[in-house]
């Protein structure tokens, strides 16, 4: 039998579809129901690897998380990854495509349609339910005849779709007519409810404006779903970033400790962080200008879609200058993938995979390691050992996964040896003080043993605590599911889905 499909689209980005669709994965997990999430096509720069070394949003691996089962290339076949100067890379059924401009990717998508419907079907065959998101609005005018990720999933699965709009932002109801008035009668019959998002009050004060535009609109509003703080999951989009709280110029409260991350333009797999967000006696702030670096402990230089572009953007600013002289102070470094690329000596694109062919930057100069950028890109996920004890304790199982562009060589110790006995290469590199490090591992601070021993390497106040990740990560999909489960017709949604209780 053919799975039914529960569509989640927006009103505009950033509503809050993602965290809604999580909810629901593990909603009807917890009922017994084998659930798969999927979204068509998303544009991210935050993404994970499967199994089998293919490649897909990071938010639909988390959704999978929360649904309990294991994440495939079908839950997000189209890719897009910016990296500047209205361009992205194309990730394609979870390999790399080739790199297109906003412009053509318009035309482009109707060509990625089959592949959509292809990967949808499958899903919907091994699975009793799929729960899929949108993008953006649900009703772009100017991309109806092209869009791969809306309504037109709607139409191709007879989905029953729910419309969410964010009332933290203002004008939710005015969202909701207008997005509703912009379908063509097809779509809009397709929606069958409206669901009022973080709303922050008593939600009876909301009933007469539900009256007004359940009557002119025609959809009833089956939820108000309340602003939930410490989400706790992954995010999907770095706007995420704009909403988090920071110091500036590195006034930090005493006894914490004081973990500055530097925020890329093209920032990628920003929730390598997430674990020190959760820290007692941890302190991270987000910095984008030399003044705001501070006399931080540790300084991270994240993930990037485009190493050489962020790496011109901090000496643009400064902040190459103030990390230098900070790492020279005694502070530690610590690079994860092109942020590790951008610690070493040089960076080489003989072939114009992030810049212009014969490209020959200077790196910052902290390791002495040179990258040249490729055309094959590693995606894999990968499990190892750590082998420097100024880094953490040596000798602890650690595992993550690798998305990167580049093949980085030199002379320094290793901090990681990945593989097992029988098949092992050393990973990343070790500054002769000890003071640098980089690695290609995203997800090593995912690793609770190590990232205690690292923290109490550096001063922690809570020496020996260690917050569990797995754990909190389950708490989070668990309490999700009950704010959700607490404020939205769950009732009248199993019955449009033709689930029993």
Same mark, same amino acid.
């Given at each position: 039998?053919?799975?039914?499909?529960?569509?989640?689209?927006?009103?505009?980005?950033?509503?809050?579809?993602?965290?809604?669709?999580?909810?629901?994965?593990?909603?009807?997990?917890?009922?017994?129901?084998?659930?798969?999430?999927?979204?068509?096509?998303?544009?991210?720069?935050?993404?994970?690897?499967?199994?089998?070394?293919?490649?897909?949003?990071?938010? #639909?691996?988390? #959704?999978?998380?929360?649904?309990?089962?294991?994440?495939?290339?079908?839950?997000?076949?189209?890719?897009?990854?910016? #990296?500047?100067?209205?361009?992205?890379?194309?990730?394609?059924?979870?390999?790399?495509?080739?790199t297109i401009h906003s412009r053509e990717f318009l035309e482009r998508?109707?060509?990625?349609?089959?592949?959509?419907?292809?990967?949808?079907?499958?899903?919907?065959?091994?699975?009793?339910?799929?729960?899929?998101?949108?993008?953006?609005?649900?009703?772009?005018?100017?991309?109806?005849?092209?869009?791969?990720?809306?309504?037109?999933?709607?139409?191709?699965?007879?989905?029953?779709?729910?419309?969410?709009?964010?009332?933290?932002?203002?004008?939710?109801?005015?969202?909701?007519?207008?997005?509703?008035?912009?379908?063509?009668?097809?779509?809009?019959?397709?929606?069958?409810?409206?669901?009022?998002?973080?709303?922050?009050?008593?939600?009876?004060?909301?009933?007469?404006?539900?009256?007004?535009?359940?009557?002119?609109?025609?959809?009833?509003?089956?939820?108000?779903?309340?602003?939930?703080?410490?989400?706790?999951?992954?995010?999907?989009?770095?706007?995420?970033?704009?909403?988090?709280?920071?110091?500036?110029?590195?006034?930090?409260?005493?006894?914490?400790?004081?973990?500055?991350?530097?925020?890329?333009?093209?920032?990628?797999?920003?929730?390598?962080?997430?674990?020190?967000?959760?820290?007692?006696?941890?302190?991270?702030?987000?910095?984008?200008?030399?003044?705001?670096?501070?006399?931080?402990?540790?300084?991270?230089?994240?993930?990037?879609?485009?190493?050489?572009?962020?790496?011109?953007?901090?000496?643009?600013?400064?902040?190459?200058?103030?990390?230098?002289?900070?790492?020279?102070?005694?502070?530690?470094?610590?690079?994860?993938?092109?942020?590790? #690329?951008?610690?070493?000596?040089?960076?080489?694109?003989?072939?114009?995979?992030?810049?212009?062919?014969?490209?020959?930057?200077?790196?910052?100069?902290?390791?002495?390691?040179?990258?040249?950028?490729?055309?094959?890109?590693?995606?894999?996920?990968?499990?190892?050992?750590?082998?420097?004890?100024?880094?953490?304790?040596?000798?602890?199982?650690?595992?993550?996964?690798?998305?990167?562009?580049?093949?980085?060589?030199?002379?320094?110790?290793?901090?990681?040896?990945?593989?097992?006995?029988?098949?092992?290469?050393?990973?990343?590199?070790?500054?002769?003080?000890?003071?640098?490090?980089?690695?290609?591992?995203?997800?090593?601070?995912?690793?609770?043993?190590?990232?205690?021993?690292?923290?109490?390497?550096?001063?922690?106040?809570?020496?020996?605590?260690?917050?569990?990740?797995?754990?909190?990560?389950?708490?989070?999909?668990?309490?999700?599911?009950?704010?959700?489960?607490?404020?939205?017709?769950?009732?009248?949604?199993?019955?449009?889905?033709?689930?029993?209780?």
């Amino acid at each position: 039998m053919t799975a039914p499909v529960l569509l989640v689209v927006g009103t505009a980005s950033s509503v809050g579809k993602s965290v809604l669709v999580t909810a629901l994965c593990r909603s009807f997990a917890r009922a017994g129901v084998r659930v798969a999430p999927f979204k068509a096509q998303n544009m991210s720069n935050n993404a994970y690897v499967t199994p089998d070394g293919l490649e897909i949003g990071r938010a #639909q691996a988390e #959704q999978a998380a929360a649904a309990r089962v294991e994440i495939e290339v079908d839950m997000n076949p189209v890719l897009l990854k910016p #990296q500047g100067d209205r361009t992205s890379q194309l990730v394609l059924n979870g390999l790399p495509a080739g790199t297109i401009h906003s412009r053509e990717f318009l035309e482009r998508r109707r060509d990625l349609w089959p592949h959509v419907a292809a990967a949808l079907g499958r899903l919907r065959e091994g699975y009793d339910l799929v729960v899929a998101e949108g993008a953006g609005s649900a009703a772009e005018p100017n991309l109806y005849d092209t869009e791969v990720v809306n309504m037109r999933v709607a139409r191709e699965a007879g989905a029953v779709t729910l419309l969410v709009g964010d009332i933290d932002r203002g004008g939710v109801f005015g969202h909701f007519l207008g997005t509703l008035d912009l379908m063509p009668p097809e779509d809009r019959a397709l929606v069958r409810g409206l669901v009022i998002n973080r709303f922050r009050g008593d939600a009876s004060l909301l009933a007469p404006a539900i009256e007004v535009v359940e009557e002119r609109g025609g959809v009833p509003v089956i939820g108000v779903v309340p602003w939930i703080d410490e989400v706790g999951v992954a995010e999907e989009d770095a706007v995420a970033l704009e909403r988090a709280e920071g110091v500036r110029g590195g006034t930090v409260e005493t006894g914490v400790l004081d973990v500055a991350v530097v925020r890329f333009p093209r920032i990628a797999n920003f929730d390598d962080i997430d674990p020190l967000l959760r820290e007692q006696g941890v302190r991270v702030r987000w910095v984008e200008a030399a003044e705001d670096l501070g006399l931080p402990h540790l300084i991270v230089l994240p993930g990037t879609k485009a190493t050489i572009a962020d790496l011109r953007w901090m000496r643009s600013r400064g902040l190459d200058r103030v990390v230098l002289a900070r790492a020279d102070a005694g502070a530690r470094v610590l690079g994860i993938c092109g942020g590790y #690329q951008m610690l070493g000596a040089t960076l080489e694109d003989p072939d114009g995979v992030e810049a212009s062919s014969g490209t020959v930057e200077d790196g910052l100069g902290l390791l002495p390691v040179h990258t040249v950028f490729e055309p094959e890109k590693a995606t894999r996920r990968v499990r190892g050992r750590t082998r420097d004890a100024r880094w953490g304790a040596a000798g602890l199982d650690v595992e993550g996964y690798e998305i990167h562009m580049g093949r980085t060589t030199g002379e320094a110790d290793s901090l990681l040896e990945i593989g097992d006995h029988l098949a092992s290469h050393l990973d990343g590199a070790v500054s002769e003080d000890g003071r640098v490090a980089g690695t290609y591992l995203h997800g090593l601070l995912h690793n609770d043993e190590w990232r205690a021993s690292l923290l109490d390497g550096l001063g922690r106040p809570q020496q020996g605590s260690a917050t569990d990740s797995r754990a909190g990560r389950e708490a989070a999909f668990d309490r999700l599911a009950d704010v959700v489960e607490a404020h939205l017709d769950m009732a009248r949604l199993r019955e449009w889905l033709g689930l029993s209780r």
